[in-house]
């Protein structure tokens, strides 16, 4: 993986910078570190994922942490992607409901780069995941209220 500098401009929210060292900056903090090996560690420098070579990203204990490719990212359990990154550089979100909105514009991110740039977005979608419990019916027998 190619770590090139990147800033990715973001409607509402602070920029994020990549720079060239791999740190990641959000409003100029540091937030994590990734290198050339796919690995990523948080801002104590304490390793929080890797990006495995078939693109699956895996947290620590191995965690799924998603999929990301070249140009887009899926979540975790997810056949479809989440989020991608538009030639032009613009992030686009996809919401399960089919609506798309786009959440701002890297700068820095063609050719050989795209990939630490979805990698980074894929980071930062994830600060908001909230995994859905699954839904599960039930039959019993008997009466009363249960919940």
């Keep these: 993986m190619l770590i090139l500098p990147a800033r990715w401009d973001r409607p509402d929210e602070d920029s994020v910078e990549i720079q060239p060292n791999g740190r990641v900056l959000e409003g100029g903090h540091l937030r994590f570190v990734v290198d050339r090996a796919g690995r ?3 801002d104590d420098y304490e390793p929080f994922a890797i990006l495995l070579p078939d ?9 799924s942490l998603g999929y990301v490719g070249l140009n887009n ?20 979100f996809f919401e399960p409901n089919g609506d798309r909105s ?5 700068h820095g991110c063609d050719g050989p780069g795209r990939r630490t740039c979805t990698l980074v977005t894929q980071i930062f979608a994830m600060r908001n995941y ?10 019993g027998v008997g009466m009363g209220v249960g919940f």
């Design 40 to 42: 990523v560690t948080d």
């Design 73 to 92: 990212a899926s979540p975790p359990g997810a056949p479809q992607a989440w989020l991608s990154l538009t030639p032009d550089g613009r992030v686009i």
């Design 130 to 139: 909230r995994v859905q419990p699954p839904v599960t019916f039930g039959v």
């Design 55 to 63: 693109g699956r990203l895996a947290g620590t204990d191995g965690v």
């Design 102 to 106: 786009t959440q701002g514009a890297w």
